[in-house]
């Protein structure tokens, strides 16, 4: 049985301290204990990362909120990302602040969660635990992730700046690549949440929360990556068995609650804004504020999630529940899959920045990075290691150049389908290239997709990360045209 968790340590530098160069203030720190997951740090009084006026929200457009299904039981759960229509910031927080009104004793107990209290003092209602895991599959909550820009201002005047962290990937050589080399901004609200993951290539990644209501982590340590995963592996075997790093697809939620169960230790965090959080390199973490929501068991057949994500889709969530159901039932576990990273949730309406970074103790992680290859990720990010190492020699030889390399995966139309053998399979269309279906090879004209739509029958196929209601529509059109032919 896993001891209460631990509280992820602060740090509060001084000027003198805030002025040294950041890779040399996060080496130290690790250096001193390589399995710390992650740290906070207070920067100093009157330091601030904008000077200028914040710009209004109604002029900061968020092209692709997503609305966030969950769907499982007993701390164990599923998530399926449905990209809506964009919208401005100024609108985001008028439907955060909606959600948090729906639930007039929720919204008191978030006032009082907005207070800043030392570790020591935090309880379960500071944290708003309780009330999130409660409501996990109710009302999806929208998340306004994944926005290139940065609030910082170009040059400050000391002390750290996301723009410039002058670690290994602001090397020459190196490009520009959107949340992993330039800043990404993230805007919350309340339940929305991060499910667990490590970043690309097992990358450390740093977070300011510029203002708005704390957000909560989970983070696991690199040392218990190994129990972690077999936990998340043995509740979803299929999973595992069509993509070994089916964790970085960043569906699967798991309770602190079932890693206590489990015997799995872990650190959370209370992140204000103001404050940093700095994550270790391939450390699992799950911060709840951001992302996805999630379908209760009644909630599926109901009329308003059928419509939103179509009969197929909602058919598809029944049939992975059920069989999760069956599996938990069967084995006694309760678990869900996952990789090592950490987990987090917003207790209300927000504003965040992220960003990739690199010391010199990250080479040989990346080195060692399991990556996802499937259909499931659409936009994955792999690094040629001999950037940092002209002698290295990638044993899966997946590319012989020495550049970052980006995978575009343009899911346009996806759908599921349950075949009379009770087997699920994905089939996806590629704007560019025709069909494909999940890990399959390209499709040129219409009788090799009804190949592959028919070979791929066998396979236990997977919710895309994210899916679009228009596309799914269009591939449901597709499918029945074939099953005409």
Not at 236 to 260: V, Y
Request: net charge positive.
């Amino acid at each position: 049985m896993a001891h209460d968790p631990l509280w992820c340590p602060t740090f509060s530098p001084d000027r003198k301290d805030f002025e040294r160069p950041f890779a040399d203030f996060v080496r130290e720190i690790f250096a001193k204990d390589p399995d710390l997951p992650a740290f906070k740090v207070k920067p100093p009084a009157g330091w601030k990362a904008r000077r200028r006026l914040f710009p209004e929200l109604k002029h900061i457009q968020i092209a692709t909120p997503i609305r966030q299904h969950a769907f499982g039981s007993k701390g164990s759960y599923r998530c399926i990302l449905v990209e809506q229509k964009g919208l401005n910031a100024a609108e985001f927080k008028e439907i955060a602040e909606q959600e948090e009104a729906a639930v007039p004793s929720v919204q008191k107990k978030l006032v009082e969660a907005f207070k800043i209290k030392p570790n020591e003092e935090l309880t379960n209602d500071d944290m708003m635990e309780r009330e999130f895991w409660n409501s996990v599959t109710v009302n999806p909550p929208l998340y306004g992730a994944d926005t290139p820009l940065s609030f910082f201002d170009p040059k400050l005047g000391y002390g750290w700046n996301v723009r410039n962290l002058g670690d290994l990937l602001k090397q020459e050589g190196v490009p520009a690549i959107q949340g992993v080399t330039t800043p990404m901004t993230y805007f919350g609200m309340w339940r929305s949440f991060f499910a667990w993951h490590k970043e690309d290539a097992d990358l450390q990644s740093i977070n300011f929360l510029h203002w708005g209501a704390a957000k909560v982590w989970y983070c696991v340590s690199p040392k218990d990556r190994a129990k972690f995963e077999r936990m998340v592996e043995n509740t979803f075997p299929n999973q595992r068995t069509e993509c070994p790093a089916f964790i970085r697809h960043k569906d699967t939620l798991i309770s602190p609650a079932m890693l206590r169960l489990n015997g799995i230790n872990y650190m959370q965090a209370k992140q204000y804004p103001g404050e940093f959080i700095v994550l270790n390199a391939a450390a699992y973490h799950c911060p709840i504020s951001p992302p996805m929501t999630v379908l209760g068991t009644k909630s599926i057949g109901s009329p308003p999630f059928i419509k939103l994500v179509g009969a197929r889709l909602a058919a598809l969530v029944a049939f992975v529940l059920n069989s999760t159901k069956r599996f938990q039932a069967a084995t006694g576990s309760n678990h869900t899959t996952g990789r090592l990273s950490p987990m987090l949730y917003n207790l209300g309406f927000n504003c965040a920045e992220a960003i990739n970074f690199a010391t010199p103790e990250w080479i040989p992680v990346g080195k060692q990075a399991v990556q996802c290859t499937c259909d499931a990720m659409r936009d994955g990010v792999r690094i040629s290691m001999k950037l940092f190492d002209p002698e290295w020699r990638d044993p899966s030889d997946v590319s012989s150049q020495d550049m970052m390399v980006t995978y575009h995966f343009v899911m346009v139309d996806c759908t599921y389908k349950s075949m009379t053998d009770g087997s699920l399979y994905t089939g996806c269309a590629n704007a560019n290239d025709g069909s494909r279906a999940s890990g399959s090879r390209f499709a040129q004209n219409s009788q090799a997709s009804k190949t592959i739509y028919a070979s791929a029958s066998a396979r236990g196929g997977l919710p895309a990360t994210r899916l679009r209601p228009s596309a799914i529509q269009h591939q449901a059109r597709m499918v029945s045209d074939m099953e005409k032919k």
